[in-house]
């Protein structure tokens, strides 16, 4: 007896699975039931929720880091950048200018902060209390915990 090979077994059920939803569809399609479609309300009366925002309302957390002890702060957004794409790169010069020019702030892990905005993956805190207290800067969003 001659086996029929599995590959032809998937294909006729695959075929004849199309050929029943097709022509389940022509039928229902013929009655009218697919044709009448259900009243859609009209656009005025979906209520529109108001558009994100940037900077959410204000939470506290603290700094929390896994493997250090401290963070840079940067003040601002492009200080930010550039210090990633050094820490990345492993660029040691450009890592001691920003900190020789004292554009970066190191806040101790468990520093409690505010968040006063967010922006994608980044949110900029105000230090809330230890030594740094109202310095402000931009850091990852993750490193921000209850």
């Known amino acids: ?3 029929i090979p599995v590959h032809w077994l ?3 059920t695959v075929a004849l699975f199309v050929f029943l939803v097709l022509a389940t569809s022509a039928e229902l ?10 009243p859609v309300a009209p656009a005025t009366s979906i209520p529109q929720r108001p558009a994100p925002t940037a900077t959410p309302a204000p939470r506290e957390g603290r700094i929390s880091l896994t493997v250090a002890n401290e963070y840079a702060l940067s003040p601002d957004r492009a200080t930010f950048e550039t210090l990633s794409r050094a820490t ?3 660029d040691m010069a450009t890592i001691r200018r920003i900190a ?4 970066v702030t190191l806040v101790p892990n468990g520093t409690r902060v ?3 905005q967010t922006d994608m993956n980044l949110i900029r805190v105000e230090v809330t209390d230890g030594p740094h207290r109202g310095r402000s800067g931009w850091l990852p969003v993750n490193l921000v915990g209850p």
């Open 29 to 38: 399609w013929s009655r009218g039931t697919l044709a009448q479609a259900r």
């Open 1 to 3: 007896m001659q086996r």
């Open 10 to 12: 998937i294909g006729a």
């Open 114 to 116: 505010r968040v006063l």
């Open 88 to 90: 990345r790169d492993n």
């Open 100 to 103: 020789s020019a004292g554009g």
